[in-house]
């Protein structure tokens, strides 16, 4: 192999790296941080998926769904909303964008 490779750095936000609008591309980013977020304390809390949906006010499909990433299902609000009933505590930083 004497090819050159070249690469293009990403954003930070693979959204927006896969076309997606700047707007769009935020919220999904933050949606897809909570879900993963919300994954973890699923988790590590032990739980079946019936006891964690309970626990978090959800439907066991519902919370399947959230698991399963189905980001469209879940607006940001629903995450927030959701994680705090985990325990989680969520903060929004809110600065200049480069």
Do not use: H
């Amino acid at each position: 192999m004497t090819e050159k490779m070249t690469y293009t750095r990403g954003s930070g936000n693979i959204f927006l790296d896969v076309g997606f609008d700047k707007l769009e591309a935020e919220n999904l980013k933050m949606r897809f941080e909570l879900m993963m977020q919300i994954e973890r304390w699923v988790k590590a809390s032990g739980m079946t998926q019936a006891a964690a949906a309970k626990a978090l006010g959800l439907t066991q499909p519902r919370l399947n769904a959230l698991l399963k990433s189905k980001m469209r299902l879940f607006s940001l609000d629903a995450l927030v909303t959701i994680a705090t009933r985990a325990g989680l505590s969520v903060r929004l930083v809110v600065r200049k964008a480069a």
